[in-house]
């Protein structure tokens, strides 16, 4: 019934994002905003999470949603749970293409083309793969011109290019990240934007999924004490709203 009424999952997230919003503003004395955003490196960002079964995710629609502002403990954060994002099947091969000037049909990214879009080609309004994987091609060098001629714009101030998906959520969303137990910032989701800022070297807006516990205790006590925090953490883009930067 539910995906009845929601089948873009807008509301439902909407309303689990505030829910994590209330548990935080009851369990913490320095919740973060839900939907702020941070300033970012995306150079500085390394590695992507890999989190299978977080979240909401209907293969048929392309959808993968998850409420923002969630404080998590436990070892998500650590092993086999994160990678490079080079490696990513689809953040490696922009890099080389955007970075490096590989053709695309010299890069993965048509193999996960493939792997993502199977024989739906058709039922996307395109009459052959090849066709498909052309326009797929074309969009992300228009948009990757358009970055690096005007700057990167956020989602809110511009059109989500996501080519043949429609996601009314994740279209107002920046790129996703979570925050792991030391602080470091790591890649969720977005990639195609990601991809483009980091071979640009790009400052971007981000918007936080999951926060470590360990990493909000951090956040608490710089809290009690901005003047505490240390000389390494000063310029951390999610402490900037408890130093006043």
């Known amino acids: 019934v539910l995906w009845q ?3 873009q999952y807008h509301h439902r997230f909407r309303l689990r994002t505030r829910v994590h919003a ?3 503003r009851l369990r913490y004395t320095a919740p ?4 702020r955003r941070l300033q970012v490196r995306a150079q500085a960002i390394t590695d992507k999470l890999k989190r299978p079964g977080m979240g909401i995710r209907d293969d048929s629609q392309g959808l993968r949603i998850w409420p923002l502002g969630q404080i998590k403990a436990g070892d998500w954060d650590r092993g086999d749970t ?4 080079t490696e990513d099947q689809i953040i490696g091969p922009l890099l080389r293409h955007f970075g490096e000037g590989v053709p695309w049909a010299a890069t993965a990214y048509r193999d996960w083309v493939a792997a993502w879009a199977g024989d739906r080609y058709r039922e996307l309004g395109y009459e052959s793969f090849e066709a498909l994987f052309k326009e797929r091609c074309r969009k992300y060098d228009t948009l990757f011109r358009e970055i690096k001629t005007t700057g990167y714009r956020a989602n809110e101030r511009g059109p989500h290019r996501a080519p043949e998906l429609t996601q009314p959520v994740r279209r107002h969303l920046e790129v996703l990240v979570a925050i792991d137990r030391g602080g470091e910032v790591l890649f969720v989701d977005g990639h195609h934007r990601f991809a ?3 071979a640009l070297e790009l400052r971007i807006p981000v918007q936080v999924v999951w926060r470590h516990a360990q990493w909000q205790r951090v956040r608490e006590a710089v809290a009690e004490d901005p003047s505490a925090v240390a000389p390494d953490r000063r310029d951390h883009p999610d402490l ?3 130093v006043g930067s």
């Open 196 to 198: 483009i800022a980091r």
């Open 5 to 7: 009424l929601d089948p």
């Open 240 to 242: 900037a709203d408890l």
């Open 22 to 24: 209330l548990r935080n």
């Open 82 to 85: 994160r990678s490079p994002v």
């Open 32 to 35: 973060p905003a839900p939907y």
